[in-house]
């Protein structure tokens, strides 16, 4: 009996030292290296891959003052709902450094930071700062890109004859979506008229022109051709028409708009019109569309073709419609290949172009259909990463170009009534009562031992 008793007590201990070890073990690991994973359904306490793009492009620290009280009647604990907020971005740039003040105690310093609200915060990175007054991913993720950026980008568009506003919100123009993530990015925007505008500034990062819908004067058509031959960046959205006076900017470019629509016989399956060209896969050499997976659309896009010179260097951004066509004619509600008449597929819309000038690298963008930034249509599959790439290229900014983030899942969990009850149950009767029994039969087996 002393035997048994001892044999089990011995067990027992080495249970005990065994268990012991590995908890040692385990904690000293954890220590040493540091793994997490998010299991929750929506990601939600992990960064979207745009935001951790952006943190590895910040080679320096990020100085973020937060100016809030330790309570507020509205919000309660701030600074812990900040802190516990900006963990999520140290997790990925640890010289992220965070600090607080209280307004309340240190006015001084408050009124010298120019903060008006509570909670309000200074961000500082590479000598440049800007105030928070809200904060959630996108804006703080949107404001480190601003900061980023190595010089004050202004991005201006072409107006004064109907053309498409980066900052207008008709469902034509293209400030709803894409001129706003261009602001969000950290881009200037401003118009230009060239009727007014001695020339085209050359502050102008990047000059974006749409389809003109009344004829440029021959003196806007040269000032534009002047902006080129000086090496200045461009993106062009051509529309499906006449081209209204940009005639010489397209033999300038040495380009080929011959008329016509892209029929696609592929966006049928996917219940678009055939008259919406489908981008699907992309060159990869390209820093555009490099690991660009994304599915964009093209609106009543027109064909791009190019007379191969010493000065360009062409690089395909986007083909589509492999088994479509370019129509010559309008489109019918179920458009077919006329041989006598229709250029069979594949079609390019969607070119950038680049030379050495002025000891400097020119870079120009043009793409045959300007919709698909509208704000119609940018909302759909991958349009505004794509044109954010594309002025992120002309404007030198190839370390910013990122996807966007990802759409946000549904999270919210539904349950009838039938099912609330059967967990309620569950949890209060079906749980303790098949505790009890294990715990029974575990008394009973060792009894019987």
């Not at 400030?175 to 050359?202: C, M, T």
């Not at 490099?290 to 064909?303: D, K, V, Y």
Request: charged share 20%; no cysteine; aromatic share 6%.
């Amino acid at each position: 009996m002393r035997k048994l008793i001892a044999s089990r007590m011995l067990r027992n201990l080495l249970s005990v030292l065994l268990l012991s070890g590995i908890a040692f073990g385990l904690g000293y690991l954890a220590t040493r290296y540091h793994a997490q994973r998010d299991i929750t359904f929506n990601a939600s306490n992990s960064l979207e891959p745009g935001s951790v793009e952006v943190l590895r492009q910040l080679s320096g620290p990020v100085n973020i003052t937060v100016y809030a009280t330790e309570q507020d009647a509205r919000l309660g604990d701030i600074r812990k709902i900040i802190r516990n907020f900006m963990s999520l971005y140290q997790r990925y740039k640890p010289d992220i450094k965070l600090v607080f003040i209280d307004p309340e105690k240190e006015p001084e310093k408050t009124r010298a930071a120019r903060v008006q609200l509570n909670g309000e915060l200074v961000v500082e990175y590479a000598g440049r700062s800007e105030h928070l007054t809200q904060l959630n991913e996108q804006i703080l993720t949107g404001t480190l890109l601003h900061l980023a950026h190595t010089r004050d980008q202004i991005v201006m568009y072409l107006d004064g004859h109907g053309e498409r506003k980066l900052d207008g919100i008709a469902n034509h123009d293209l400030g709803s979506v894409f001129g706003a993530k261009l602001e969000q990015n950290g881009f200037r925007i401003a118009s230009l008229n060239l009727a007014l505008a001695q020339d085209v500034p050359r502050n102008a990062s990047v000059l974006v022109i749409t389809q003109p819908q009344a004829d440029l004067l021959p003196g806007e058509a040269d000032k534009l051709l002047r902006y080129v031959e000086r090496g200045g960046n461009l993106l062009w959205l051509v529309d499906a028409g006449p081209l209204r006076g940009l005639e010489h900017l397209a033999e300038k470019l040495d380009l080929l708009l011959p008329p016509g629509i892209v029929v696609d016989p592929a966006s049928t399956g996917m219940n678009a019109p055939a008259t919406w060209s489908l981008g699907a896969g992309y060159p990869p050499q390209h820093p555009i569309t490099r690991n660009f997976n994304l599915i964009t659309a093209f609106p009543s896009a027109r064909p791009l073709v190019w007379s191969e010179n010493q000065e360009w260097q062409y690089h395909v951004l986007v083909e589509v419609a492999a088994r479509g066509w370019v129509s010559r004619n309008p489109p019918a509600p179920q458009p077919r290949f006329d041989k006598q008449h229709d250029t069979p597929g594949p079609a390019v819309i969607a070119l950038a172009l680049q030379r050495n000038i002025n000891d400097r690298e020119q870079r120009i963008v043009v793409v045959g259909s300007g919709a698909f930034l509208a704000n119609s249509f940018a909302g759909n599959g991958g349009n505004v990463d794509l044109g954010i790439n594309m002025v992120n290229w002309l404007a030198s900014e190839e370390r910013l170009i990122t996807l966007q983030p990802r759409a946000t899942k549904d999270s919210n969990l539904v349950l009838g009534k039938t099912q609330l009850t059967v967990i309620g149950v569950g949890f209060l009767v079906g749980l303790p009562l098949l505790l009890s029994v294990v715990g029974g039969l575990m008394w009973w087996r060792r009894r019987r031992a």
